[in-house]
């Protein structure tokens, strides 16, 4: 979606490297989610975030929204290839949260 | 959160025919969403479904081509009619649960039409 622009489109590292993705909106968000999808597995959820400089962080994977909250970054430390996976963001704009709105993705693959 | 359960999880299908996918939720929710994630791209909202109410689609999708029912607040259906292999996709369903602002996914519906 042009609305949200994902980067990198794609990632591979070498296991135990930290790494970040990067979700910037062109307008203001209400709610910014994180989900993970891997085949046959559909989207898990990781995280929202709805406050300006609001911070989460669930095991090794800690999510961010800048104060102007128009951009967004997930930050993997120590990756494992567990963490292997296509990272979608999604957003709510001023229509709601029941229309989301998603990036292209980030695949990331971590190497042994 | 809640549990979705989606069949089939895959299918191939001849141009022309129709295809039904079920979408079923472990608690009862208001609000049931369904998606479709094209080859390479991300996820684009379809509908809406409301029990008890017409679901809305989105800009770009009729009700002719993906008919939906929710026949209670546990379920949904949602058909792809009159398939060409520009329907091939995944197809998710996705509820928002209870009075969080987060939407759950089911596992998709794999579609190759042929």
């Known amino acids: 979606s042009q609305e949200l622009e994902q980067s990198p489109q794609s990632l591979i590292v070498q296991e135990g490297k930290n790494l970040t993705i990067n979700c910037t909106s062109s307008k203001t968000l209400y709610g910014l989610y994180w989900y993970k999808q891997k085949y046959g597995e559909g989207l898990i959820f990781l995280m929202m975030l709805q406050k300006g400089g609001e911070e989460k962080s669930h095991e090794k994977i800690t999510a961010k929204l800048d104060e102007k909250k128009q951009q967004s970054s997930l930050h993997i430390t120590a990756s494992q290839p567990s963490h292997a996976g296509i990272y979608l963001c999604?957003?709510?704009?001023?229509?709601?949260?029941?229309?989301?709105?998603f990036g292209a993705g980030t695949r990331l693959a971590v190497h042994p | 959160s809640a549990v979705i359960s989606q069949k089939p999880s895959r299918d191939i299908c001849q141009r022309g025919t129709s295809l039904t996918i079920q979408c079923q939720v472990d608690s009862q929710v208001t609000m049931m969403f369904w998606y479709r994630q094209q080859p390479g791209q991300s996820l684009t909202l379809i509908a809406t479904?409301?029990?008890?109410?017409?679901?809305?689609?989105e800009s770009g999708f009729v009700i002719d081509k993906f008919p939906i029912s929710r026949p209670n607040l546990t379920f949904s259906t949602l058909t792809v009619s009159n398939m060409s292999p520009e329907d091939s996709s995944i197809y998710l369903c996705?509820?928002?649960?209870?009075?969080?602002?987060?939407?759950?996914f089911g596992a998709g519906t794999r579609l190759s039409v042929l």
């Open positions: 996705s509820v928002r649960s209870g009075g969080e602002n987060i939407q759950y």
């Open positions: 479904a409301n029990q008890g109410s017409e679901a809305t689609y």
């Open positions: 999604g957003a709510a704009f001023s229509g709601g949260y029941n229309k989301l709105i």
